[in-house]
Structure formats: C-alpha cells, structure tokens
C-alpha cells in the first residue's frame, strides 16, 4: 500500500532544507563542515566512494547507472520485498499510474500472454486506442516499425508512450489472425480504474482495478447507480488489484461500513492511527472476489468488509503485504519506496506474510486467467465470480 508524506515527515524535511539554507548563506566552509557533520561517518564514506570514482577511475562510465545501481542495491539491502527503487523513467511512470493519468495511447499490455508481441489487456474507453479500432485480445507485433521481441519488449513498452500531440504507428494483429498498420496520437488518458454492471437476479457487480486517485468517489458512484436500480446484493471484484493509497481505502470502507474500526497504522517510530467509519453504510449483502495478485490495499477491503459485515471472500490466496511504503522523490528525479508502516483491519488482524484465506477457496484455469487478463471472461463463464455469488443469501 502506498501513501503520501505525513506532516511529521514533510516538518523533517523543512527542517533539513532550513539547515541547508542556514550554512550556505554563513558561508561555504561552514557548508561543507555542516554537510559533513550532518552525513555521518556512513554518510561520509558514500560520498568519499563516489569522488573516488570520478576523480581517480580511469575508464570510461555512465554517471547515471552508476547512481541507480548504487541507490538499488541500498534498498535491496533491507531484505525487504516490498521496498523499491526507481531510476528517474520509472519514478515519473509511477506517479503518472497512481494519478490515474498519463500521456499515450490507452492501452494496457501484457508480456508474457504472447511470443513475439504484447498482448492488449484492456483499452481505456474515449482514448485513442479505442478510436484507432483496438480491443482486448488483439496483439501489437511491431511498434515504429520494429518487431517485438522477448529481448526488446520493454523497451518498445516505453516506445509507445511519448509527448503528447506526437504519434506512434503500430502493427497489430487481430483476433482473426489478419494484421493491419494503425497509427495514434498520443495524448492525456485517464484510467478506469473501476467499472460496474448488474448481473443476474439483481447482483451488482463492482470490479475495482486500484485504489488509486479518484477510486472511492468512483466506486461511491457506482455502488448508488446499482442500488439505484435495484441491486438486492454487491459483489466486489479485486482480483489483479495492484493496491493504492490509505486514503482512497479508507474512504470507501467509511462508505460502505457501519460504525466501528475500519483500519489501524502502526508506523516506525511507534505512532498508532486508527481509522473510523460513521454509521452511515450500504445495507446490503455483500461478497468480495480475490486472487494472489489482489494486494496491499486490495486485500485489506476484502478483509475489512468480511470482519465488519461478514462479507463472503471467495477466490485465492491473497498476497499478504500488511506494509505501507512512503515513495521519497529524490534530487536527480529517481525515487525511493521504504517502507514505514505496519497495517492492521480494524479488529488489529495483520496480514503480513499469510494474507487473506478465501472461503471457498478456488483457482481459474490458466485459460481463464489469461481471459479476466484481457476482461473478456464472461461472467457465466468465472468460477470465482459464480461462487461468489453463490455465498450471498437467495434473492426474495
């Protein structure tokens, strides 16, 4: 789970930018004894390390991969698996995805669904995927007029972003086997990042991609327009979720949930925050669908809701990531996540390590998988889903 820089952490900060103002302005000595003092013994052996390297090494070397492969191999050294650096390219990716928005072309691709190609996994609504005639399922084979392989498919990945206003051509390969050449202006698209519909019998169905920028108010809006028309029962599906922000989670908990403890924070230097909802809620049966890629925040609201109003999990397994990581921007644009907090349901359950237990739990099958990958399975179709549906109370 992911969340912003709290007030404490911001006062350090200012303090620190305070300290460093303070000794350029007494003078430079006085700023290069201060730095030095403030780095620590550990502090001053990176920075000796590095001045080292560029003024004694004698052949040649990249200034940049120096620092990302130093910075890496820093954080990978906490033996922390949720803890992550990100050179400048992938930091700017990755504030882009949790704003929901980002400059491209609206597709979401997947690696390892095809040989030779990328397989479109979803295509935003009104983008200019979806008006270029794109649809899940297809695969893109060549992207500016380069053949995707397996050896350059990240590369062609970040090849179809681009400035927005400039184009990229594509070939693309349809369902029927035939191929065509498609070209697109990149510009802003905005993620879905959840979707409804009414199935069978009045069961409202809520998929929710992330926990991200604008997902409760979107999820909110969804839920009311499914009541609105009836729904008798809510099934929530976040399967391949990949998490989000505290916020986002706990808005929509306070949303749904009766009074009481909805979520509980625990952070490094023994703070406690606990999270409440009012007893304002949606009073109606509720099942949440899960899977082993359901993670952090994803898992943490199918746990709430079970504890809170004994909502039916169905599904996998879920990844048990019970830790929140702060993502620290630093100078040259890369960007550290650490992370800085435990969290707990608000009944104090910690899912770390073990993760949610579905009841009943059940796999897909590798095709059927690879088909909520590319959102065309149909409903009827889901085990997951069925058995879901199957563990709310009968419709009168």
Not at 32 to 57: E, M, P, S
Request: hydrophobic share 40%; with cysteine; charged share 20%.
């Amino acid at each position: 789970m992911h969340v912003e820089e709290n007030t404490k952490t911001t006062s350090r900060r200012i303090k620190r930018v305070l300290v460093c103002l303070l000794c350029f302005l007494l003078g430079g000595a006085l700023t290069v004894t201060a730095t030095w003092v403030l780095l620590g013994q550990d502090g001053r052996t990176l920075v000796k390390a590095y001045r080292l390297i560029q003024q004694n090494f004698v052949g040649e070397y990249d200034t940049q991969e120096t620092m990302d492969a130093t910075l890496e191999a820093m954080v990978n050294s906490l033996g922390d698996r949720w803890s992550y650096y990100l050179d400048p390219i992938e930091a700017q990716a990755v504030r882009e995805q949790r704003n929901n928005a980002y400059v491209g072309i609206g597709v979401t691709v997947d690696q390892n669904l095809a040989e030779d190609g990328l397989a479109i996994r979803m295509v935003t609504p009104d983008s200019p995927a979806q008006e270029g005639g794109l649809t899940a399922g297809e695969i893109i084979r060549a992207v500016d007029g380069q053949e995707v392989t397996p050896e350059n498919r990240e590369v062609l990945i970040d090849a179809i972003k681009g400035e927005e206003g400039t184009t990229v051509t594509l070939v693309v390969e349809g369902l029927d086997g035939a191929r065509r050449t498609v070209t697109l202006e990149r510009r802003q698209v905005h993620n879905v990042n959840a979707a409804w519909t009414m199935l069978e019998d009045q069961v409202g169905l809520v998929t929710i991609q992330n926990f991200y920028s604008g997902t409760a108010a979107l999820v909110e809006q969804g839920v009311a327009e499914l009541q609105e028309q009836g729904a008798r029962a809510l099934v929530f599906d976040v399967r391949n979720n990949v998490g989000g922000y505290v916020s986002e989670l706990t808005d929509l908990l306070d949303y749904l949930l009766p009074e009481g403890k909805i979520f509980i924070e625990r952070t490094a230097d023994g703070q406690e925050i606990v999270y409440t909802s009012d007893a304002d809620c949606v009073d109606l049966p509720m099942a949440v669908v899960v899977n082993a890629d359901s993670y952090s925040a994803a898992e943490f609201f199918a746990a709430q809701l079970r504890e809170s109003v004994g909502a039916a999990v169905v599904g996998e397994q879920t990844s048990g990531k019970g830790y929140s990581q702060l993502l620290y921007a630093l100078p040259n644009g890369s960007a550290m996540g650490l992370s800085s907090a435990r969290y707990y349901t608000g009944g104090g359950v910690s899912l770390i390590g073990t993760g949610l237990n579905p009841d009943p739990e059940l796999s897909l099958t590798q095709e059927e998988a690879e088909s909520l990958l590319l959102g065309t399975l149909d409903p009827q179709e889901d085990p997951q889903l069925q058995a879901a549906i199957q563990a709310l109370p009968a419709g009168e």
